[in-house]
């Protein structure tokens, strides 16, 4: 990735009436990245990708492409492209005649718009389907085209609306990779809204996670789901187990956590005063499950299943421990025979590294 800048967006906001939609966002796209919005509904994320694509006007701040104020610069005339979730082909238009709609709005030659088109359709592995309707292409196909109509215009920067969103999963999975490796190609820069976690972490170089209509971090997947800065992020991306509870006496050994009953070392990277309230989140896939009788009896947090939900690859166990709390496991089943795998009511034995918990104040 290089490290230039190709979008930048400076104490951005917008308001409707009394809603505020997006507040006070800046935040820079560097060149050939593939930057998520990731949030619920409401948070704010379209308004954003509109401001961008010159659709909504902002209340305040900027935004800058490829170095240029964009304040009074239409649509039509930004660097900018914009695919939409519904993809919004025209059903009358052959696959090329929609992919040449945009080249010939601009008066490009004939010879010209035939090389461009080709050379898309080419890229996004359409060549033989050229003469189709859209309504004889599969949910797959189709989200092809609308991908070659957006870049056929070569912009320098692609927004996408959930470009995944009305494909199955099967084809989802297959489609992110393409979506991935055709965006390695093309060098252009991608801007993707998505509610759908699992579709930022697959696509993104990095993330905005945003909620009520601020941006609350920013980081690459790994950072966004190993290191969430707060509660809302930890809670939002994937599965968590949360702990409450506060700093207390410093053993020997570091520092201890008390959450209820229960008394959690630390990692020992942590610094925190004594009574200091916290958070210990802790993934479900981190959580090592034994039976009781397979551990030694000082070892790790005891409890029993409550349910086991069976998901082929892997199971989900949700544990009481002995002190009541609830705690969600996740199991790769690599074993096939069942008689090996924990059942519903069994003892078991809960342990995790220390370092895998992520300690939150916030
Ligand atoms: P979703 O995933 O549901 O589409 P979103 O994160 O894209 O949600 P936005 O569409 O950006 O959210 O909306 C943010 C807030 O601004 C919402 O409270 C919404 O009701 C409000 N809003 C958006 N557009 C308008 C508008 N044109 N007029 C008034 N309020 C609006």
Same mark, same amino acid.
């Given at each position: 990735m290089s490290l230039s800048e190709c979008v930048k967006i400076e104490s951005l906001s917008k308001h409707f009436a009394e809603t505020v939609a997006v507040s006070d966002v800046s935040l820079s796209v560097g060149r050939g990245e593939i930057f998520c919005l990731l949030g619920g509904s409401g948070c704010g994320k379209?308004?954003?990708?509109?401001?961008?694509?010159?659709?909504?006007?902002?209340?305040?701040?900027r935004i800058l492409i490829d170095g240029m104020d964009m304040a009074d610069v239409p649509p039509n005339r930004r660097p900018v492209n914009l695919m939409f979730q519904s993809y919004a082909l025209f059903p009358h238009m052959?696959?090329?005649?929609?992919?040449?709609?945009?080249?010939?709005?601009?008066?490009?030659?004939?010879?010209?718009?035939?090389?461009?088109?080709?050379?898309m359709l080419d890229a996004v592995k359409l060549e033989g389907l050229a003469g189709r309707k859209p309504q004889q292409l599969s949910g797959g196909q189709r989200q092809r085209v609308a991908l070659a109509r957006a870049l056929v215009k070569r912009p320098k920067l692609l927004l996408l609306d959930e470009p995944l969103g009305a494909l199955d999963k099967k084809l989802r999975e297959h489609t992110q990779f393409e979506l991935v490796a055709l965006q390695?190609? %093309?060098?252009?820069?991608? *801007?993707?809204?998505?509610? #759908?976690?699992?579709?930022?972490?697959?696509? /993104?170089? !990095?993330?905005?996670?945003?909620?009520?209509?601020?941006?609350?971090?920013?980081?690459?997947?790994?950072?966004?789901?190993?290191?969430?800065?707060?509660?809302?992020?930890?809670?939002?991306?994937?599965?968590?187990?949360?702990?409450?509870?506060?700093?207390?006496?410093?053993?020997?050994?570091?520092?201890?956590a008390h959450c209820g009953a229960l008394q959690i070392p630390l990692p020992s990277r942590v610094a925190m005063p004594d009574g200091t309230r916290l958070a210990l989140a802790l993934r479900p896939e981190k959580i090592r499950l034994q039976r009781?009788?397979?551990?030694?009896?000082?070892v790790g947090q005891r409890g029993t299943?409550?349910?086991?939900?069976?998901?082929?690859?892997?199971?989900?166990?949700?544990?009481?421990?002995?002190?009541?709390?609830? %705690?969600?496991?996740?199991? *790769?089943?690599?074993?096939? #025979?069942?008689?090996?795998?924990?059942?519903? /009511?069994? !003892?078991?034995?809960?342990?995790?590294?220390a370092d895998d918990l992520i300690v939150l104040t916030d």
């Open positions: 379209t308004t954003l990708l509109r401001m961008l694509a010159g659709f909504e006007r902002p209340t305040a701040g052959s696959v090329f005649q929609n992919v040449a709609f945009g080249l010939e709005q601009e008066r490009v030659s004939r010879t010209e718009i035939d090389r461009r088109v080709r050379e390695r190609q %093309l060098g252009i820069t991608f *801007v993707v809204v998505t509610h #759908d976690q699992q579709e930022a972490m697959s696509l /993104a170089t !990095r993330i905005g996670v945003m909620n009520q209509g601020r941006i609350v971090q920013v980081g690459t997947p790994d950072e966004i789901y190993e290191s969430p800065a707060t509660r809302f992020v930890a809670d939002f991306i994937g599965s968590v187990n949360i702990f409450e509870g506060h700093i207390g006496n410093s053993g020997e050994g570091g520092l201890i009781q009788s397979d551990t030694g009896a000082q299943v409550e349910e086991v939900g069976y998901l082929g690859e892997s199971s989900h166990y949700r544990v009481r421990l002995d002190d009541g709390t609830p %705690l969600r496991v996740d199991v *790769v089943n690599h074993r096939r #025979d069942a008689s090996q795998r924990i059942q519903r /009511a069994e !003892r078991v034995t809960l342990t995790w590294s």
